[in-house]
């Protein structure tokens, strides 16, 4: 038995593409099944200004 790639027949290298083939198409099906939402659609807010506040890190008094 032989463990290189270099040196394998045709039909190693066959088996290793189907397997390849496989797996990718199985990580690919578990990435789209895995998806949370189903709706699409994507609305957008407005978000309207309201009266001006004056933010400070201190809780001293302003004069």
Known sequence: MNHSIHSADRSTHLKIVVVALVAGIMVTALGIS???T???SQTAQVVKAGKPITVTSSNASLV
């Open 34 to 36: 895995a998806r949370t």
């Open 38 to 40: 189903t709706d699409l």
